[in-house]
């Protein structure tokens, strides 16, 4: 009897597990899109950070720091997916101190390496990278 009792306990909490593991697969929902900020004009002429590296769906806000005109060009030379780059692009320029423009990570995004630069700026290497995994 004790047998069966302490058998019976083994299955019920075997089939406890089995659900719970199930349970937190078919509810957790997805990872959440993150949201990364660079600041153009930063301290001179430069992005800060350089380089940043995202993942399909995330966000990227640029934001005009101190030094202003600047905008956000992608190299269609130097990027692992042509069209993309230019979707990327933000060719109208900030003016003002503290204003923002976003770039959405599109799901389909080929992952490599997106240089991009300030096109005002270009000459002076206002330069950063978009790493895309």
Known sequence: M????????????????????????VFSSPAEAANYEVTMGAGGLKFSPKKVTVKPG????????ILAP????????????????????????VM?????FDINIPANASSGDYEFFCLPHRG???VGHLIVE
């Open 2 to 25: 004790r047998f069966f009792s302490s058998f019976s306990k083994s299955v019920a909490l075997l089939v406890s597990v089995v659900m719970l593991v199930i349970s937190s697969l």
């Open 58 to 65: 995330d966000t990227v806000t640029f934001k005009n720091g």
């Open 70 to 93: 600047h905008n956000v060009i992608f190299d269609t030379r130097k990027s692992p997916d042509k069209k993309l780059a230019k979707k990327l692009s933000h060719k109208k320029l």
């Open 96 to 100: 003002k101190k503290g204003e923002t």
């Open 124 to 126: 002076a290497r206002m």
